[in-house]
């Protein structure tokens, strides 16, 4: 498996300045962030930076804007615990720390030509959102664009603003679901699997792209295996506990691999046969 290059200057912790926040849902918080002294971060689709918050700690979040932005980049947030409980305490003014990019995001080449089904659960959304604004930025470059999005309550979905842009395009295929909702809501009720048999895909062209919690990669696979794509071409992005971020202290390791460095992207062949990672 291919080695990521860490550049020298993506070891040391940069100024961060929260310019803008915009609360998403009950647990879920948007941060746009510039780095002092200007610069982008430039980083891939589906890459992290790690995040820390002066005297709580330090952890991993991945870049939810598109890499198009320059200037700042927007991280989305679950308050979960320590660290991510006093992020939400921020807002515009506000300093954090940020090392990285870090880690093999979506591989955007190989993405390019093919058709993409585009499967988010839940939080997942956040580090799509950045391959999605790519792939709609440079539409021409990629074939059929399928996403399909689960949450558990409407109140749960993040970014509707935009979901409601994706889904009046006529160039994307985009549904949604709910795992449960009021008897107002005249969209689907069911797990995110439930969407995957209907879609119309060309297997040997189509990439998956799926992201989301743990439990639902095992039940998502099953579904992308019985559509006949290939196990190359299914690209999962995994969540492990960090402490470094790059390959030095082995905290996330599965079986031999990096998740920070060797991930957090990794396609289904690769990962198959081990027992820890799905
Ligand atoms: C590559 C990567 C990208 C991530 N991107 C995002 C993102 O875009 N937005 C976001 O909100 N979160 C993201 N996370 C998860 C985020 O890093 C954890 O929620 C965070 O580290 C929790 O720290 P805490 O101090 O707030 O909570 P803690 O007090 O440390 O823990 C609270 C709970 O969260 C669990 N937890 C802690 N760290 C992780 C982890 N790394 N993976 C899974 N569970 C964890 C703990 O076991 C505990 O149950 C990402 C994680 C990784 C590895
Ligand atoms: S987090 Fe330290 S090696 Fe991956």
Request: net charge neutral; with cysteine; proline share 5%.
């Amino acid at each position: 498996m291919e080695k990521v290059v860490i550049k020298e200057s993506n070891y040391n912790v940069k100024k961060g300045k929260i310019l803008r926040t915009k609360r998403l849902t009950g647990h879920e918080k948007l941060f746009e962030v510039a780095l002092e002294g200007g610069g982008s971060l430039d980083h891939d689709p589906g890459q992290f930076v790690m995040v820390s918050v002066f005297g709580v700690g330090e952890v991993p979040i991945s870049v939810s804007s598109s890499p198009a932005t320059r200037g700042s980049f927007e991280l989305c947030v679950r308050a979960v615990g320590k660290v991510t409980e006093a992020m939400h305490q921020l807002e515009a003014g506000d300093e954090i720390g940020i090392r990285g990019p870090y880690g093999k995001g979506f591989p955007i080449r190989i993405l390019e030509g093919n058709d993409l089904l585009i499967v988010a659960g839940g939080l997942g959304i956040a580090p799509l959102r950045s391959l999605i604004k790519h792939v709609l930025f440079n539409r021409r470059e990629f074939g059929k664009v399928h996403i399909l999005l689960g949450c558990k309550t409407p109140q749960d979905m993040l970014f509707s603003n935009e979901l409601e842009q994706w889904n009046r395009r006529m160039d994307v295929h985009y549904e949604c679901t709910v795992d449960r909702a009021a008897p107002d809501w005249a969209g689907n009720v069911g797990v995110i699997t439930t969407l995957i048999p209907g879609v119309d895909i060309e297997p040997e062209r189509t990439f998956a792209v799926v992201v989301g919690p743990p439990i639902m990669y095992k039940f998502v696979i099953k579904e992308l295996l019985a559509k006949n794509i290939p196990e190359r071409q299914i690209l999962l992005s995994f969540e492990r506990h960090m402490k470094c971020g790059m390959g030095k202290c082995g905290r996330c390791q599965i079986q031999g691999l990096y998740v920070c460095q060797d991930g957090p992207v990794f396609n289904f062949a690769d990962i198959k046969n081990m027992s820890e990672a799905l």
